[in-house]
């Protein structure tokens, strides 16, 4: 079946750096795209980053442009998400999913929390 694992979460300092991973299987992994979510507290899940299908082009949101960078490894059916410069804002769960229309699929989601 479909499975999308987050691992690389946890407690950083600000300023402090994070990598996050999401190993896929079950599906084709190649030809999604591959988009890194974020969901704070009392707060709408927010897309982070997005990848596409070859890894050719990137999108950020405009609160993390230079400061994370999301990247993929087709071979080993793995998104990153670097996450450098880590802000007390950046503090939330991370999901990481899968698209290609009409589907999408999600992890279960990982916390990162920023805090000194």
């Known amino acids: 079946q479909v499975q999308l694992v987050e691992s690389g979460g946890g407690l950083v300092q600000p300023g402090g750096s994070l990598r996050l991973s999401c190993a896929a299987s079950g599906f084709t992994f190649s030809i999604y795209a591959m988009n890194w979510y974020r969901q704070a507290p009392g707060k709408e899940r927010e897309l982070v980053a997005a990848i596409t299908s070859a890894g050719g082009t990137t999108n950020y949101a405009d609160s993390v442009k230079g400061r994370f960078t999301i990247s993929r490894d087709n071979a080993k059916n793995t998104v990153y998400l670097q996450m450098n410069s880590l802000k007390p804002d950046d503090t939330a769960v991370y999901y990481c999913?899968?698209?290609?229309?009409?589907?999408?699929?999600w992890g279960q989601g990982i916390q990162v929390t920023v805090s000194s």
């Open positions: 999913s899968a698209k290609r229309r009409p589907y999408e699929h």
